[in-house]
């Protein structure tokens, strides 16, 4: 998983889920809570991850 985004800066959220290796509705509830930063496009827009954002959390929330 970690290749998933080699080269790319930011991810979409069906991208995101497949690098941290999560499922759509753990990712929702996780993004509700604002608990993974997350930036929109307009107000309803599609949710975008920055690589650097999930890597944190992820060091974060899995590793301790």
Known sequence: YGMYLYGKSTSDFEEACVY?????????????????????????????????DLDEYALNEFVN
């Not at 753990?26 to 650097?52: N, V």
């Open 20 to 52: 941290l290796n999560v499922s759509q509705s753990y990712m929702y509830k996780k993004t509700a809570c604002q608990e993974i930063k997350f930036y929109r496009r307009g107000e309803k827009g599609k949710l975008y991850f920055r690589k650097q």
